[in-house]
Structure formats: C-alpha cells, structure tokens
C-alpha cells in the first residue's frame, strides 16, 4: 500500500484523495477489481485513473511480488499443519475409540505328522475380517469355522471330524479370556493375525484326546506370501503318539 500512496504523490494526486484510499483499505488488488464509475470517487481525473490500473497490473506481474504472495501462502499452510498436529495431540487414539478392528485367521491343518497351512484354493488363505474388541478365543473359534468350514465342512472333511484349537499371531495357543482388544493392546500391532489349529480325530485314539484335547502348536514360523502350494510346512509332533504322557509334559514344551 506504501508503494501504491507513493506512486500517486509522483503523479501529483491530492494528499486527501490517497487517504481516502488507504482509510477504505484500497489496496492494488482492490483496485483492479473496482469499475470506472467507483474508481472516479477517489481518483477524479481520467489520466489518474488509467495510470493507477497500469501500475496495479504491472506489480501483479512483478515476480518479487509473486514469490512474495507465494510465500505467505505457505507460512498459512504450515501454521494450519501446526494446528492439526496440536489438535492431534488432543484427541484420543482413533482405534482405542473403535468398537471393532480387523484380524487376519490362518488355517493350520495337522497331517502326515507335521502342520500345514491350508492354502485358499484347499479352503484356507488368510481371511481378513472386523470383531469386536471383546471377542475372545470361543468367539474367534466360531468365526474360523463358519470361514474354513462353511456349512460344517470342506474338502479336509467334516468340522466334527477335527480337534480343533485357536494360537494367536506368536502360534501360541490363545488364553480363553483374553480379548482381541486386549492383544492390541499388548502389541501394538497394526493388525493381530490367528491361526484355526485342527488335528483330525481319526488320526488318534479317544484316550490320546482326552489327554491332550489340544492339537500341537507349530513352532516354526511360518512363510508369508507363497501361493505356488496347497499347503505350507509348518513343523513335526510326535506329541499324539506318546499315549501315556501326562498333559502338563506335553503342552509345556509348546508354550516356550
């Protein structure tokens, strides 16, 4: 605005017409906005007026005064970034306000003395899919089935036919009353993965299942992202075979 008052003195603008300009806060982009009729109140000769809308449009193309504008744009847009960190900080963690959060379930089938990870073209893959935070293992359980066995089957066989358990992302069996909200908690992971563990009953005795009703936790991890097998080598257990071992030995080996 200095610089637009300056301009006007040199061209012998009376000294009460430019402070009307600056008291009606008429800047250069003012200006250039104002038809001839309005810009008469203020500027009464014709030459004034020409000259003013020159100078208004040669400073609009100046680049010292483009950078310039420029510039304040982005100090506006990073005092507005600043604001939302601050505000960030404020609110609480969205996923501590959700009702539910995704899980990935595995299927791990027990067969020919090692577990296999069930590949989706044999039913299994990995499912993704939204529970509540206050899902615990029975509920998990039931919503692995309805995915790996729908309608109480699949090509493995029937879902009565297996010993069925539920590890969490470590191939741990999973505490009953531990909640998916809970493991979230703990880990901080970005997404919890289970397994559906299932042993096929035939392949044991009834003494064998009511001593370990649980069948053995793969304890080797298992590969991500191959698809080229139906199934994955997940590990070897002889754990069904020792019919006379107490279930304290048998189990303990797999919680380490």
């Known amino acids: 605005m200095d610089e637009l008052c300056e301009f006007l003195r040199s061209r012998n603008v009376p000294e009460e017409n430019i402070k009307q300009l600056e008291n009606d806060k008429i800047d250069p982009n003012v200006l250039l906005l104002m038809n001839d009729d309005q810009l008469t109140e203020y500027l009464p000769s014709y030459g004034d007026r020409l000259a003013v809308l020159g100078y ?34 404020k609110l609480p963690c969205q996923n501590a306000q959700k009702k539910e959060r995704k899980i990935e379930i595995g299927w791990l089938n027990f067969r020919d003395g090692k577990f296999l990870q069930m590949r989706a073209k044999k ?16 509920q998990l359980i039931e919503q692995a089935k309805n995915l790996f066995f729908p309608g109480q089957k699949n090509a493995e066989g029937n879902v009565q036919d297996f010993a069925i358990e ?5 191939e741990r069996p999973l505490d009953p009353l531990t909640t998916v909200g ?6 901080k992971l970005p997404i919890l993965r289970f397994y559906l563990a299932t042993t096929k009953r035939d392949g044991c005795s009834e003494n064998q299942l009511a001593a370990s009703p649980n ?6 991890p298992l590969a991500e992202g191959q698809e ?7 590990s070897s257990s002889n754990v069904l075979s020792d019919t006379n071992s107490d279930l304290s030995p048998s189990i303990a080996p797999l919680l380490k």
């Open 228 to 234: 080229t097998a139906d199934v994955v080598y997940a």
């Open 182 to 187: 809970d493991l979230y908690e703990v880990t």
């Open 215 to 220: 069948p053995p936790r793969p304890s080797l």
């Open 123 to 138: 039913g299994g893959g990995t499912r993704k899919i939204s529970v509540s935070k206050n899902c615990c293992k029975d």
């Open 166 to 170: 539920l590890t969490d992302f470590q």
């Open 56 to 89: 208004c449009r040669l400073k609009g193309k100046n680049p010292v005064a483009r950078k310039s504008k420029l510039f304040e744009r982005l100090k506006a847009k990073l005092a507005k970034s600043d604001d939302r960190e601050h505000l960030s900080e």
